[in-house]
């Protein structure tokens, strides 16, 4: 279960990373565009874009590691079940025999 979690949050690094990459990629090419007062302007709105849209993300990757831990914690239990009546079984049996 551990290996899973850290792959996945692995994973939730280098997406983050990209993204943050290409953001700020895309607010260089957008400041380059416009005057110095649109400027100003439009990146107090492209942060909070930013901001909004890396909170998202951020939601996202959190319940797709909450949705891998259930499903993990989801398959123990129904083994544990399985290993529990197994056991019952063959006690049920030996005390037949006897």
Known sequence: MKIA??????????????????????????????????????????????LAAGSRITDVESAREIIASTKLNILVRAANSVSGQANQSQKNIISLIQ
Do not use: H, Q, W
């Open 5 to 50: 979690s850290g792959i996945i949050a692995s994973m939730s690094g280098e997406y983050m990373s990209n993204f943050t990459t290409k953001v700020s990629k895309s607010a260089v090419r957008l400041m380059n565009g416009l005057k110095p007062r649109d400027t100003r302007e439009n990146s107090a709105a492209a942060v909070a874009n930013s």
